[in-house]
């Protein structure tokens, strides 16, 4: 049982997976085209024609993301995650009791001998160990049941997931009037390392598709534009707990911009009146740090313990990139020395940059590092001509007062401090970062084709 643990099985591709791939794609892509149509003869909707080149974008990504892993690298986390579910299928058609009590159980070695078999196959043990990557594995296999085995289909069917949610994204950037049309798609739906890494059959794209549906359902729900209210909510407290599941960091980083940009919301409400609005910002600042005081008196001993915890797990990681000789030489070096808290916290600003704007061309050694190269030139470019070109302080006015860029640029600084201060390797900062970028490029196009002014005066 032991070998069988260890042994890892690629998804097979075979002539009968293509061909249902393909009939896969094409009623994906027929369902895609009558929406793009159907929308695109209300007016108001000429943004729709960007709809199926979004489709295509996602799915193309996400099929190329399983081929490089499985025909260039033999394996990795997401055959792994293929393999896992597909063994929970197996349980599920051989015993469904067996299937739900071990999707609601945390994995053991007393569990995996109690559930699987020879027949059903055993779960990679590294990722059977990992309840938090073993629970990517519980939510694919929920998709099998009604798609199969097969790691194509698997892999088009997350990729119209993440062009669905990217859509609602999308949506919110034009409902806010923060840029342009064109720019609005190149921000949100175009990226191709965005695509690449969250798209496919990995951890990365259920993290993404749960912190797409959170934003979208809670600003949704802030400008009651919302048809199901309890559907809108039921769906955020889903998603919060697959982050808590699989992620746990990124339940943090969506919630803290989450709180900044619907007080955001609330102080504008009473910007006519400067007095009152700087009375409603007191109130909500001091009501922050009662309740932060409060959680810290009642959890201060777990918070200590688990801000321990992660503090250790980060020193641990950064050594094992840096003596380990197996993860190459594609590796940077915040010279980090101090792995408190305060220490963290002065580390903070250069790996936030180095999030944002790392790794450069020239420090590229393989096609998908250059990708990022190519993208972080871009966000050079485009960070220079934002605080060079038309009028700084409107730029910044427009920010403050406009909710989804509060939580856009606190997500990046927030996402982009995790990123940098733990990846160490490129090959896992670009992976780490990618949920990072559209928001910081939303915030990065804010003047588009409209004058900033005329944009602040729309939302106010």
């Avoid at 890892?8 to 369902?31: K, M, N, R, S």
């Amino acid at each position: 049982m032991i070998t069988q643990l260890l042994f890892l099985e690629t998804a097979p591709v075979g002539v009968f997976d293509i061909l249902l791939g393909i009939l896969f794609l094409a009623a994906i892509l027929f369902i895609a085209s009558a929406k793009k149509v159907k929308m695109l003869a209300i007016p108001g909707n000429e943004h729709y024609k960007y709809y199926i080149y979004n489709v295509y974008f996602k799915i193309f990504f996400a099929i190329i993301y399983g081929a490089i892993y499985k025909y260039y690298y033999h394996g990795g986390d997401t055959m792994a995650y293929w393999n896992g579910a597909a063994n929970l299928n197996n349980l599920f058609w051989e015993s469904p009791v067996d299937y739900w009590n071990e999707l609601m159980m945390t994995p053991s070695k007393d569990t995996v001998i109690m559930h699987f078999t020879s027949e059903t196959g055993y779960p990679p043990g590294w990722i059977y160990n990992d309840s938090n990557s073993f629970f990517v594995s519980k939510i694919l296999s929920l998709f099998m049941v009604f798609l199969g085995q097969s790691y194509l289909m698997l892999s088009i069917f997350l990729g119209w997931l993440m062009a669905k949610a990217s859509w609602k994204i999308y949506e919110l950037v034009l409902y806010y009037k923060i840029t342009s049309e064109w720019l609005g798609a190149l921000s949100v739906l175009f990226i191709p390392s965005a695509a690449f890494w969250c798209s496919g059959i990995s951890k990365d794209t259920i993290v993404l598709l749960a912190v797409f549906n959170i934003i979208h359902h809670i600003f949704s729900l802030a400008n009651k534009t919302v048809n199901y209210k309890m559907w809108a909510i039921s769906i955020t407290f889903l998603s919060f707990f697959v982050l808590l599941q699989t992620r746990s960091f990124m339940a943090f980083t969506v919630a803290g911009p989450l709180f900044l940009a619907l007080s955001t919301r609330i102080v504008k409400k009473y910007q006519g009146s400067p007095l009152l609005a700087n009375i409603v910002k007191l109130f909500i600042l001091s009501l922050s740090v009662l309740a932060f005081v409060f959680i810290l008196k009642i959890q201060g001993e777990e918070i200590a313990k688990m801000t321990g915890k992660y503090i250790n797990e980060a020193k641990v990681q950064q050594k094992d990139f840096q003596q380990n000789a197996s993860y190459g030489i594609k590796k940077y070096d915040l010279g980090i020395t101090d792995f408190t808290p305060i220490g963290m916290i002065k580390t903070a600003p250069l790996a936030i940059l180095t999030a944002f704007y790392r790794p450069g061309i020239w420090e590229a050694r393989s096609p998908l590092l250059l990708i990022s190269g190519l993208e972080t030139t871009i966000f050079i470019f485009l960070t220079l001509y934002f605080l060079f070109k038309g009028k700084i302080l409107d730029k910044f006015k427009f920010i403050s007062n406009n909710e989804l860029l509060m939580f856009s640029i606190a997500f990046a600084i927030i996402l982009g401090f995790f990123a940098g201060f733990t990846s160490i390797l490129f090959g896992v900062l670009v992976r780490i970062k990618a949920p990072l970028l559209p928001f910081l490029l939303i915030v990065l196009t804010v003047k588009a084709t409209n004058k900033t002014k005329t944009l602040i005066n729309d939302v106010e």
